[in-house]
Nanobody, 125 residues
Framework: QLQLVESGGGLVQPGGSLRLSCSAS????????IGWFRQAPGKEREGVSC????????NYADSVKGRFTISRDNAKNTVYLQMNSLKPEDTAVYYC??????????????????WGQGTQVTVSA
């Protein structure tokens, strides 16, 4: 069974950092584009960042550019999201998702097939 599991969320003060992990089981991520998404209460799910299957290209939402970095380690079947300089408005449930595709990635959530259950990130003093 294909499964994605997020980890690394938690409570952090403004200006702090967290690293989220997205681990896959039941399939290898080598040929999958991976995206990170978030959803705050009362808001639509939005794309945060994505990475191509070979890691050669990435994409970021304007709101996180320069603060978040996506990376992948296909040997560990894991994708990471390093989040620095966190702000209260980054508070949300963060999800990772996958789609079988070669080539560049896109941020709209509708383009992804497999989803994890999410991990809560709370940025508060």
């Amino acid at each position: 069974q294909l499964q994605l599991v997020e980890s690394g969320g938690g409570l952090v003060q403004p200006g702090g950092s967290l690293r989220l992990s997205c681990s896959a089981s039941g399939f290898t991520l080598d040929y999958y584009v991976i995206g990170w998404f978030r959803q705050a209460p009362g808001k639509e799910r939005e794309g945060v960042s994505c990475i191509s299957s070979n890691g050669g290209s990435t994409n970021y939402a304007d709101s996180v550019k320069g603060r978040f970095t996506i990376s992948r380690d296909n040997a560990k079947n894991t994708v990471y999201l390093q989040m620095n300089s966190l702000k209260p408005e980054d508070t949300a449930v963060y999800y990772c998702a996958a789609v079988f595709r070669l080539g560049p990635c896109n941020l709209p959530p509708s383009g992804y097939r497999f989803w994890g259950q999410g991990t809560q990130v709370t940025v508060s003093a």
